[in-house]
Structure formats: structure tokens, C-alpha cells
């Protein structure tokens, strides 16, 4: 059986740290005990792949607040089979189009994509759920960089990616996905909303849009709005919330502002009290050669850090 994993590319995806982050799990995952996940900002979801591969997670709350991004998971998680007649459909398209016709057929998808947006009732599973979400992964899989920014009216605008070839899909790996969320609750939504399906035997990975690492660099804008340091702390504020009233084991991963500046305590000051762990991701910082290469992530949890020794899998 297929291993699944993000079957979207994902600004901000976690499969790079994957392995850096099972060190920080809390132990009553690592034993068993925890059987309950929540992640309110799912983006591509690596680590919930992950998580349920390698633990017995019997109920999984997946959030975000991007509607087709979540859409498309449910299309997932409900309709495999119609979504991979869609997916096979565009897969032909795309790789029988000429290379220097491939910008209209993205435009044109893109296009119909938008267009469509005022059709979908975001609240029930239809039938137009379907092509919808073949056209959301067509496009993370085609354009630059597997970005997602809409404009002030809410239309998809990133260009395409001059791919001379693109997987649009796996059909194994969605078939593995799909079985995945089996045990999820899926919810478009602010994060907020995922406070009452936190309780004490809840592991909680929270995975905010970066704090920008330099006044150039943005990673944060995801949907068109952008993540700011007062969000930070309000978020900060959740996090505190959830470990005094749930008593869940909470961990949270953001951009090092140390990578920049090292007397930038931001997340020190904002998380107080709680544990910080700084961990090695391969990504480029920016266009000057000496600052490529490996820079920190900051992992914030709620419990002591204990080395792995039990390992139990299921
Ligand atoms: C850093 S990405 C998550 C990356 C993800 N962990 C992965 O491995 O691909 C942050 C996500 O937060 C979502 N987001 C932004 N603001 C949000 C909010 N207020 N509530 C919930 N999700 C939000 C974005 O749509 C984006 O998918």
C-alpha cells in the first residue's frame, strides 16, 4: 500500500523537516496515548500524512481557511474515483498540447476555474465539486511555483510555470490519501474554529503562515491577505488558550527570525514560558549566494522534549 503524502505542492510544506520534526512529538503519541489530531492550518498536510502513517489516530480535525484548497480534500477523501477520471482528462490534455500552446490551455482553465467560483455552494458536496477540485490540483501542478495568491476579487492570478512537464497527479498516492482521511473531519474555516475539537488526549500541530524572515521576502500571502505580527500574537494568545483550558499537547513551527537578525525575540517574548527548539530547513532565503542553503525553523511545544527511545508502530 502507498505511503501517502501532500498530493499538492504547498508553500511552506512540511516534507523537508519531516524527520527533524519526529523528534518533538510528545511522547504520548510516541506510546499510544494520543489517538486524537487537530490541524487548523492543513496547507499541503505533510505532517498528518505522516502522523497517520506512523500512529493509530483514530479522529483527525483538518482545517484552513483557503475553500478550494479544502474543497478539493473533500473531493479527495469522498470521490477518488470521479476526481481521477477529471485528473486523467487534464494529464492527456496538458501532455498532448504543444509546448508553445500550453499558456492558453492554462489560461483557459484558469479562466473557467474563476468564472466558476460563483456556482459552488461551498457547504455540500455536488457533483460540480468535481471538476473543481481535477482544476484546483491542474493548477497548483502547472503554474509558478505551485503559488496560490488570488486578487481583490477574488480571482486565482498566478501565471503559469512553463513546465516542459508536469505530474498533475498520482493515482496510487490519491487513491492513499483518500484512505488517509478516512478518520478526518474536513472544515474550511479560520483556525479558531478548532477549539472545541481539542481535548486533553489531542496532539495539535500548528503551522501559521510565516512571520516573513526580511521586509522582501513574504511567504505569507496565501489567500490574499497577509499573516501579521499582530496575528502572530493573537495566535500566540490561541495557543496559550488551548494549553490552559484543553491541557492538549500543542506544537507550533514558524520561520527564524534569527536566521535575519539575531536579536529579533519575537517568538521568545510571544510564547514565554514554553519550549523553543530550532531545527535546520534547506530553503533559499534570498537571491544572495552566501545566504542559500540551510536556515532554522522555530518549534514551539507545550511539553518537555524527551528523546526518542519508545517507538511503537502500528
Ligand atoms: C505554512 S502553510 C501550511 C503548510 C502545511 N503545513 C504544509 O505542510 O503544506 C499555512 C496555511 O495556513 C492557512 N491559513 C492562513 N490564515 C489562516 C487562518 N486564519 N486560519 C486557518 N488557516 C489559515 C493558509 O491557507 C495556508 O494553507
Known amino acids: 500500500m502507498t505511503k501517502a503524502r501532500p498530493f499538492i505542492k504547498w508553500v511552506g510544506g512540511k516534507s523537508q523537516l519531516l524527520e527533524q ?91 473557467h476555474f474563476n468564472l466558476q467560483r460563483f456556482e459552488i455552494n461551498y457547504k455540500k458536496l455536488s457533483d460540480n465539486w468535481i471538476p473543481r477540485a481535477a482544476q484546483f490540483i491542474f493548477l497548483n501542478k502547472t503554474c509558478f511555483n505551485g503559488l496560490f495568491r488570488l486578487n481583490s476579487k477574488g480571482e486565482f492570478n498566478v501565471p503559469f510555470g512553463k513546465y516542459k512537464t508536469a505530474t498533475i497527479f498520482d493515482m496510487p498516492n490519491i487513491l492513499a490519501v483518500s484512505k488517509a482521511l478516512q478518520n478526518a473531519e474536513i472544515q474550511y474555516g479560520d483556525y479558531r474554529n478548532c477549539f472545541e475539537k481539542v481535548n486533553e488526549h489531542t496532539f495539535v500541530y500548528l503551522d501559521p503562515p510565516y512571520r516573513p524572515i526580511s521586509a522582501t521576502a513574504s511567504f505569507t500571502n496565501y489567500t490574499g491577505t497577509v499573516f501579521t505580527d499582530q496575528e502572530q500574537l493573537q495566535l500566540a494568545e490561541f495557543f496559550r488558550k488551548l494549553d490552559q483550558q484543553k491541557g492538549a499537547k500543542l506544537m507550533l513551527s514558524n520561520s527564524d527570525p534569527k536566521n535575519e537578525n539575531s536579536e529579533d525575540d519575537f517568538f521568545e517574548r510571544a510564547y514565554s514560558g514554553y519550549h523553543i527548539f530550532r531545527v535546520s530547513a534547506a530553503r533559499a532565503v534570498n537571491c544572495n549566494g552566501d545566504k542559500r542553503g540551510k536556515i532554522r525553523e522555530v518549534l514551539i511545544t507545550n511539553y518537555q522534549y524527551e528523546p526518542q527511545t519508545l517507538e511503537f508502530h502500528f
Do not use: M
Request: proline share 3%; net charge negative.
Open 21 to 111: 520534526f519526529q523528534n518533538y512529538y510528545p511522547i504520548e503519541l510516541r506510546r499510544g496515548a494520543i489517538k486524537n489530531y487537530v490541524e487548523p492550518f492543513l496547507g499541503g498536510g505533510a505532517l498528518f500524512f505522516e502522523i497517520s502513517h506512523r500512529y493509530h489516530i483514530q479522529q483527525a480535525y483538518l482545517s484552513d481557511v483557503n475553500k478550494d484548497l479544502i474543497l478539493t480534500y473533500q473531493v479527495v477523501q469522498q470521490r477518488p474515483y470521479d476526481l481521477l477520471d477529471f485528473l486523467e482528462q487534464y494529464q492527456k490534455e496538458y501532455d498532448q498540447t504543444e509546448q508553445d500552446k500550453r499558456n492558453e490551455l492554462f489560461l483557459a482553465v484558469r479562466k
